[in-house]
């Protein structure tokens, strides 16, 4: 079975743009979260969707947005890019419950310039 | 909010050592726990993980501890090896909480000599 995908795996943006990162769950996990991993502030829970409804937000500002897909696909926006939003951008997928790990996938790394 | 050890501390081993990781947390209701991996330029690798009515977990080389009296949990690397070399985080959460948050320390990362 193949694992989360992320796409793309580097991007390089500039401040004030927008930017719109894609996963793919595993097949058959139809929860997504993503997180963002700054070497400051460590991982932080950013959302988390369920049969396209987003069921969780954490702490970030509105800037920050997701959607997900029929399919379980989703994808996060950062619109009005700021340079600290650079950081590395992951994904998990999840099978059944709250008691079965997050898979994670490898991420996109974001450099705001 | 939970807190979760915000620090990296370095834990050198020698190769074929066994390593033991550290992780406190400050949540008294979280119930689920997991260690995860995390290598150079990848994403957390999911090692194992425990529920709260275990005190211990065993896997392939790896064991988990925990301690719900002093909100404490640890993984132990038997045998170390270099391809262990990486950063470990602990992630406690409450199962019948809302959504899928996990709260990451900061982890710590272990470096394997030769």
């Known amino acids: 079975k193949a694992g989360v995908t992320q796409t793309p795996r580097y991007l390089i943006k500039t401040r004030g743009q927008q930017v719109t990162l894609s996963c793919s769950p595993i097949?058959?996990?139809?929860?997504v979260s993503w997180y963002q991993q700054t070497p400051g502030q460590g991982l932080q829970f950013l959302f988390e969707?369920?049969?396209?409804?987003?069921?969780n937000k954490g702490n970030f500002p509105g800037r920050f947005s997701g959607r997900q897909f029929s399919n379980s696909r989703s994808e996060m926006n950062v619109s009005t890019l700021e340079l600290g939003d650079s950081a590395l951008y992951l994904c998990?997928?999840?099978?059944?419950?709250?008691?079965?790990?997050?898979?994670f996938g490898n991420g996109t790394r974001l450099t705001v310039t | 909010g939970e807190s979760v050890g915000l620090h990296l501390p370095t834990l050198s081993v020698q190769e074929g050592d066994n390593s033991i990781i550290n992780c406190a947390y400050s949540?008294?209701?979280?119930?689920?726990f997991i260690w995860y991996k995390q290598e150079s330029g990848k994403g957390p690798q999911f090692i194992i993980d425990?529920?709260?009515?275990?005190d211990k977990r065993q896997g392939q080389r790896v064991t988990v501890l925990l301690n719900k009296t002093v909100k404490h949990l640890s993984l132990q690397i038997a045998a170390t090896q270099p391809g262990d070399s990486a950063v470990y985080f602990c992630?406690?959460?409450?199962?019948?909480?809302?959504?899928?948050?996990?709260?990451f320390g900061g982890g710590t990362r272990v470096l394997v000599k030769p």
């Open positions: 097949s058959g996990h139809r929860s």
């Open positions: 949540n008294s209701a979280s119930d689920y």
């Open positions: 992630a406690p959460s409450m199962i019948k909480a809302a959504g899928n948050k996990l709260t």
């Open positions: 998990a997928s999840r099978a059944g419950g709250k008691d079965s790990p997050l898979h």
């Open positions: 969707y369920f049969s396209e409804t987003q069921r």
């Open positions: 425990i529920r709260s009515n275990m």
